[in-house]
């Protein structure tokens, strides 16, 4: 251990000495004006090393962690990445599940708790959501690979054969949405629209009432 101290502070003195140490005397004017100018541009490099060693590492450092800590506050969240099994899926009792099932070209709509479907016309199928609710959507493909994208809501998963994908959300906002298919899937692709209208509880419930039968004005 001392002796290892005596080495390191050995090694310091010689750089001090050397670093302080007068420059032996210059053998020409020439020589001194050299000699000169190379020991100011060497103090002003010190700085500049410094600088760089310090952004390109500790300061680095600090952003790709910041970028880290700020992405997985997000994508852990289950309204951008449902990661739940199904018994997650539409737990409360307000809470809406609908199953998109994408087609060769269109999509089928299905409400599977209270057993309502929806038809698409013109621009497609159009589910209708409560606002300020739970909403969950159960994705999948009768045929090829097809996408489930709603952008203003920033939904958005594949649509694959065999396979459930989960999307949750809850839109504050009433209005209608535009979605569409968002994976290239033959002839007829751009026309796979369908759409989200966003109504209040109540204006849901009669809806639902009327599709099921059960409303009085149905
Ligand atoms: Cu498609």
């Given at each position: 251990?001392?002796?290892?101290?005596?080495?390191?502070?050995?090694?310091?003195?010689?750089?001090?000495?050397?670093?302080?140490?007068?420059?032996?005397?210059?053998?020409?004017?020439?020589?001194?004006?050299?000699?000169g100018?190379?020991?100011?541009l060497?103090?002003?490099?010190?700085?500049?090393?410094?600088?760089?060693?310090?952004?390109?590492?500790?300061?680095?450092?600090?952003?790709?962690?910041?970028?880290?800590?700020?992405?997985?506050?997000?994508?852990?969240?289950?309204?951008?990445?449902?990661?739940?099994?199904?018994?997650?899926i539409?737990?409360?009792?307000?809470?809406?599940?609908?199953?998109?099932?994408?087609?060769?070209?269109?999509?089928?709509?299905?409400?599977?708790?209270?057993?309502?479907?929806?038809?698409?016309?013109?621009?497609?199928?159009?589910?209708?959501?409560?606002?300020?609710?739970?909403?969950?959507?159960?994705?999948?493909?009768?045929?090829?690979?097809?996408?489930?994208?709603?952008?203003?809501?920033?939904?958005?998963?594949?649509?694959?054969?065999?396979?459930?994908?989960?999307?949750?959300?809850n839109?504050?906002?009433?209005?209608?949405?535009?979605?569409?298919?968002?994976?290239?899937?033959?002839?007829?692709?751009?026309?796979?629209?369908?759409?989200?209208?966003?109504?209040?509880?109540?204006?849901?419930?009669?809806?639902?009432?009327?599709?099921?039968?059960?409303?009085?004005?149905?």
């Amino acid at each position: 251990m001392n002796a290892k101290r005596f080495g390191l502070a050995s090694l310091c003195a010689a750089v001090l000495v050397t670093l302080l140490a007068q420059p032996a005397a210059a053998q020409s004017v020439s020589a001194e004006l050299i000699n000169g100018l190379n020991e100011k541009l060497l103090v002003v490099a010190i700085p500049i090393t410094l600088l760089v060693e310090i952004t390109w590492t500790i300061a680095t450092a600090v952003i790709l962690l910041f970028v880290g800590v700020a992405s997985y506050g997000v994508m852990a969240n289950d309204t951008v990445e449902f990661t739940g099994g199904e018994e997650e899926i539409a737990p409360d009792e307000n809470d809406v599940l609908v199953e998109a099932n994408a087609y060769q070209w269109g999509w089928n709509m299905q409400y599977p708790e209270q057993n309502v479907w929806v038809n698409g016309t013109g621009q497609g199928p159009t589910v209708v959501l409560p606002a300020n609710q739970d909403v969950y959507f159960s994705v999948s493909s009768d045929d090829v690979i097809h996408g489930f994208h709603a952008p203003e809501l920033g939904l958005k998963t594949d649509a694959i054969p065999n396979q459930q994908n989960y999307l949750k959300t809850n839109i504050s906002e009433t209005g209608t949405y535009q979605g569409y298919c968002s994976e290239y899937c033959g002839i007829a692709h751009s026309q796979m629209y369908f759409n989200i209208k966003v109504v209040d509880q109540a204006e849901y419930e009669e809806w639902l009432a009327e599709q099921t039968g059960d409303g009085a004005s149905a």
